[in-house]
């Protein structure tokens, strides 16, 4: 079983999810992690993107400079949607060998784009971290140390939060402490360990 953990930036799943790796020993499955090594120098679609974009996509290191390419693509939908088409089966790719090697009962693969970029077909459920808008602001500024303006751009072009809860089959509510969010994580990890013996 592979279950989806999607949400907003600074909504939590990282939080949920080192709960479920480290209270449970489920295999977790980061798509944004796999969506940087997918680009690594030596890795092709890196050669792809500089042959678009010019040598001055890359920092000294000849590692991709992230944040140039997000200003390329950011403003430019076809640009975008280019880079999409190129990197999403290669981060689809990464992700599938990565869940074939989990021995944990489920797998988790979190994801903030799991619905956008239909990842969410892999998984058999989706829990959405849930979190009202001005914390979900408050506790990304306070760990990235970014404007309020950059986070509300970024929230403003994920999904919005009915279109992401449409999708799921479980809600975390972060809306509390630590504390709160891990007894919710170890009663879904009861919850999917009694799926497992008994599906419904
Ligand atoms: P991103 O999509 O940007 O990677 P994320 O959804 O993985 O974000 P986290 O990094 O888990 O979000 O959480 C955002 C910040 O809020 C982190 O600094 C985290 O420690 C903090 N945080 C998360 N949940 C809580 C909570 N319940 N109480 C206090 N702080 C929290």
Do not use: C
């Not at 989806?4 to 209270?23: D, E, P, V």
């Not at 619905?115 to 306070?142: C, F, H, K, W, Y």
Request: cysteine-free; hydrophobic content about 45%; charged content about 25%.
């Amino acid at each position: 079983m592979i279950i989806g953990l999607t949400g907003g930036i600074g909504s939590g799943k990282t939080a949920a999810a080192n709960r479920f790796a480290a209270a449970h020993g489920i295999h977790v499955v980061d798509a944004d992690q796999k969506s940087r090594v997918v680009v690594e120098p030596g890795r092709p679609a890196l050669t792809h993107i500089v042959d678009r974009f010019g040598e001055a996509i890359l920092l000294k290191d000849g590692s991709l400079n992230r944040s140039a390419l997000r200003e390329k693509v950011f403003a430019a939908p076809q640009e975008r949607q280019w880079l999409e088409e190129l990197l999403h089966p290669l981060i689809r790719d990464e992700i599938i060998s990565d869940l074939q090697s989990a021995n944990s009962p489920y797998a988790l693969l979190v994801s903030p784009l799991l619905v956008e970029s239909g990842q969410n077909n892999l998984t058999s459920r989706v829990i959405v971290v849930d979190v009202p808008e001005a914390m979900q602001l408050a506790r990304t500024v306070e760990r990235d140390a970014v404007p309020e303006a950059q986070v509300r751009a970024i929230m403003q072009a994920q999904a919005q939060r009915e279109e992401r809860m449409r999708h799921a089959h479980d809600v975390l509510t972060n809306d509390g402490d630590l504390a709160a969010l891990h007894a919710q994580v170890d009663a879904l990890h009861k919850r999917y360990l009694e799926l497992l013996e008994r599906p419904q």
